[in-house]
């Protein structure tokens, strides 16, 4: 289904590809060409999507190796600063490696290296006795999320790999990933998904969290504890962050703050995406802007899915995101990126039936 939602939009499509020994960690981890129609292979997946002992719990996406330019390397100069016989044969063998990971894309100046990726999930694992794995809606929505952020390190091309694909700016991160939330809410993609029209098994009317706003104001809560965190209050010695917490939740909260409970001590998101937690319900602001005015009509339009493709997708961070969105969406008022776009996106609002918050 995946393949055939990314075939009309993108002409790209995944093919299962064989794995030689040693290469994958588990056997169920399943190993995904990534075919555009034009130019051939674009990158590979590693589908690692059953749930097992040991294996880290919650969905993900990881970058192994990310696009880059590579045909102006200078790999033979780098070779002559090295002297020990083993270094030089492990240099010279991953740059075979290397060379057979490159491809040459037609329309585009240069040779590129392609990027490989990680897809975890935690599905259950088909059996014998309990037949083949149904996905519940909440896992099908967060194989499509993780699904949105391979697809952009996949069609990610751009000179340097730190700006590759997901490697861009953090407030708009998530605006490919939480976007495929939106295609998985149509029918018209849906139907992609059972082209003989003989699905028999549970029901197709899916799950919906009677808790959904609540989550949401959560999220609005926990962006702005993030945002008082990093402020210049936080450097007063008498800066408290529990009082500061119990403060948001009596002014703001729908449930008022627990006397002698530290939950700021259990929020993650505080350290490592400093200050930027808001970029969740920014971008779903923001794909949900960039569904209905693009593809809400006709989601599988070959040329709205090349436009998205090619003016936001393929540049990664190598690009002004602000530029990207407001050329996407038409919206020459946003292009500075300033105060006034932000606010604008604020007036967008978020739906909360589309898409679970606190997915990464
Ligand atoms: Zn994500």
């Not at 899915?305 to 530029?323: A, N, Q, S, V």
Request: hydrophobic share 40%; charged share 25%; net charge negative.
């Amino acid at each position: 289904g995946l393949s055939r939602l990314f075939r009309n939009l993108y002409g790209i499509s995944l093919r299962l590809a064989r794995v030689t020994p040693g290469e994958v960690w588990h056997p169920d981890v399943r190993k995904l060409e990534v075919v555009d129609e034009t130019s051939g292979v674009i990158g590979w997946i590693y589908a690692d999507l059953f749930a097992r002992r040991g294996k880290p719990s919650g969905a993900a996406h990881y970058t192994v190796r990310c696009s880059r330019r590579a045909d102006d390397d200078d790999a033979h100069r780098d070779l002559e600063h090295v002297w020990d016989e083993d270094t030089l044969k492990a240099v010279q063998l991953s740059d075979k490696f290397e060379n057979a990971h490159r491809a040459r894309i037609p329309g585009t100046e240069g040779v590129f290296q392609l990027p490989v990726v990680v897809l975890l999930c935690e599905s259950a694992r088909p059996t014998a006795r309990k037949g083949p794995t149904i996905l519940a809606w909440h896992e099908v929505l967060t194989l499509f999320h993780e699904m949105g952020h391979a697809m952009h390190s996949m069609i990610g091309r751009t000179e340097y790999q730190n700006v590759s694909g997901t490697r861009c700016a953090t407030d708009f991160v998530e605006l490919p990933s939480i976007l495929m939330e939106h295609f998985l809410q149509s029918p018209k993609v849906l139907s992609l998904f059972d082209i003989k029209g003989n699905m028999t098994t549970g029901s197709t009317h899916h799950h919906e969290d009677p808790c959904r706003s609540i989550d949401t104001h959560t999220q609005i809560l926990l962006a702005a504890l993030d945002q008082i965190y990093h402020s210049p209050a936080a450097l007063s010695p008498e800066f408290d962050s529990t009082a500061a917490l119990a403060m948001l939740y009596e002014s703001r909260g729908l449930i008022p703050y627990v006397p002698g409970t530290s939950w700021q001590t259990q929020f993650g998101h505080l350290f490592g995406y400093g200050a930027t937690y808001y970029s969740y319900l920014f971008d779903r602001a923001i794909a949900s802007r960039v569904w209905r005015k693009l593809f809400a009509d006709d989601p599988l339009n070959r040329e709205t899915g090349e436009r998205y493709k090619t003016g936001i997708l393929k540049f990664g961070g190598g690009k002004d995101p602000w530029h990207m969105v407001s050329t996407l969406l038409d919206a020459p008022e946003m292009v500075n990126g300033d105060a006034e776009a932000m606010a604008e996106v604020g007036r967008w609002k978020i739906e909360d039936e589309v898409s679970v918050p606190g997915r990464h």
